[in-house]
């Protein structure tokens, strides 16, 4: 059978409010002990797979799961059990016996999870849904990290009931969208116990370390894999999907759920990694615009308003971590920096109950459903869009790639003699063109897309060396007006930006010259 579901984060703030609502349904709260296995090298993990005996009061029960068609589906078979033990036998004629049949290893215990779930059935106007809400942990070897999420089941009806209630429960209670589901979480645990216990003695300290920050560490953009005879809703749609994951899985880390054990890993990469999915799926929008459906107007809006509060945020980490360091290794006396002020708190943007409405507005509309309207945010629908005819995805996309690279290269010539906002125009559009191929390489010669998209790559560093300076430069104009040593700081960016234009017109021309990916 197949289970659909929305998993969120619950703060510390709600825990109390949500178990007490829970509870007064008369529920009662019951235990849940879960063992997971896996072989010592992962083959089930790596398939998106996952097989566990959990004890529920006094029963034991089996169950298989594996990812299913979209971010809210998975396979999931249960069995019960007389006794904890495996029995794989259970799965004959499944979709479960392919991935078995297939594994070489032996199952062993890999982690567990140990949580108090208390749960009710909600009724709308679309659907039932079970609510849960679990309290608890996940534990790999000497490795614990806590557990406090609600999860929102289809019963019956239609899939838009979870969201309708995921969204109000996400307003009332300042929930967290989490796409991990437990056994991701306890995969990646029990690797980091593995590597701690691995370690010589004298160096577990160190390795413990390095392991919690690999455990936090930033969701990076994915490889996209499209099908010639894809169409271009198709395509979109699984872009959407990948660009959602990188998104989502950085916001939730910047709202600190889970625990404050991985604090000190999370800050700006995160932030610039958020806001580097953010700006691929805003690139696939224009890439598919007029071929597929798109979200609405307001719903695109909220994304460049988002991508603009979460750049504002990072604009502060910019210069103190990336140009001061320069500055200061070049001779600039000593500068006060301003405060943060009225720069957003990416931290808060993300954790904010309109940021987090407007990914699940947009997680519904990625698996095909048009939540109901929100006082946060209006309800995504989508616009018309002229039908291309199977197997010829590759010709619009080139059409339009072609349409960009020739404009990129044409104004680049002529990179020095631009306004900072023509140029800073020119950085958005050399970005857009590289996620564009990034989205649809698949349908080109590998051997085309390397060197073009390696001399894209130099120029795109350099554009983006270019817009940190210039940002910093009208910061230190402004601090020139009561600190006069930041003046240093204008003169020497102002000289080094000169240099970098002159460098940023050869890249322009060497992009010209390079064999175009098309041909």
Not at 97 to 123: M, Q
Not at 362 to 387: D, Y
Not at 476 to 497: C, H, M, S
Request: hydrophobic share 45%.
């Amino acid at each position: 059978m197949q289970e659909q579901e929305i998993k969120l984060s619950v703060p510390v703030s709600a825990r109390k409010a949500i178990a007490a609502t829970l509870s007064a349904t008369g529920q009662k709260r019951i235990r849940l002990r879960a063992m997971y296995f896996d072989t010592p090298d992962r083959q089930l993990a790596r398939q998106h797979a996952a097989i566990r005996l959990r004890q529920e009061g006094r029963k034991w029960v089996q169950t298989f799961k594996m990812a299913g068609k979209d971010a809210l589906t998975r396979v999931e078979l249960n069995h019960p059990r007389n006794t904890p033990q495996l029995d794989l036998s259970v799965y004959a004629g499944t979709p479960a016996e392919t991935v078995f049949a297939h594994l070489k290893g032996e199952l062993a215990l890999r982690y567990e999870t140990d949580v108090w779930r208390t749960r009710c059935e909600i009724r709308t106007r679309t659907g039932t849904v079970e609510a849960a809400y679990d309290d608890g942990f996940v534990r790999a070897g000497d490795l614990e990290l806590p557990l406090h999420e609600v999860e929102f089941e289809l019963l019956s009806g239609r899939v838009g009931a979870l969201f309708t209630l995921a969204k109000k429960w996400t307003v009332q209670h300042k929930l967290v969208l989490d796409v991990r589901s437990k056994a991701e979480r306890g995969d990646r645990l029990a690797n980091a116990a593995a590597a701690i216990v691995a370690a010589p003695e004298a160096e577990r300290v160190q390795v413990r370390q390095d392991e919690i920050a690999r455990y936090w560490a930033p969701t990076l953009a994915d490889k996209v894999t499209l099908a010639p005879r894809a169409t271009p809703g198709q395509a979109l749609d699984i872009i959407t999907a990948e660009c959602f994951d990188q998104i989502v899985r950085n916001a939730a880390a910047l709202s600190g759920i889970d625990s404050a054990v991985g604090a000190a890993t999370i800050g700006a990469e995160h932030v610039h990694q958020l806001r580097v999915g953010m700006r691929r799926l805003r690139s696939a929008w224009r890439l598919f615009k007029g071929w597929a459906p798109l979200p609405d107007e307001a719903a695109q809006e909220a994304a460049a308003e988002y991508f603009g509060q979460f750049g504002e945020a990072r604009d502060g980490d910019v210069l103190g971590d990336t140009v001061v360091p320069i500055l200061t290794a070049a001779g600039m006396p000593p500068v006060e920096l301003p405060q943060a002020g009225d720069a957003p708190d990416a931290a808060v943007v993300a954790a904010s109950p309109p940021f987090q409405t407007w990914l699940l507005d947009l997680l519904a509309w990625n698996v095909g459903v048009r939540p109901e309207p929100t006082p946060l945010l209006a309800p995504m629908t989508s616009v018309v869009a002229v039908p291309l005819q199977p197997g010829k995805l590759a010709t619009p996309v080139v059409k339009r790639l072609k349409k960009w690279h020739k404009r990129l290269v044409e104004d680049g010539r002529r990179f020095h003699r631009l306004e900072d906002e023509a140029r800073h125009d020119l950085r958005k559009l050399a970005k857009r063109l590289r996620y564009g191929l990034s989205f649809t390489e698949s349908l080109f010669d590998a051997d085309h897309v390397k060197p073009y998209r390696k001399r894209l790559s130099v120029l795109q560093d350099a554009l983006g060396e270019i817009n940190d300076l210039v940002v910093a430069r009208e910061t230190y104009l402004t601090l020139a007006e009561t600190q006069p040593p930041a003046w240093f700081a204008v003169g020497w960016i102002g000289a080094r930006l000169e240099v970098l234009y002159k460098g940023a017109e050869e890249e322009f021309r060497a992009l010209d010259d390079t064999r175009p990916f098309w041909k």
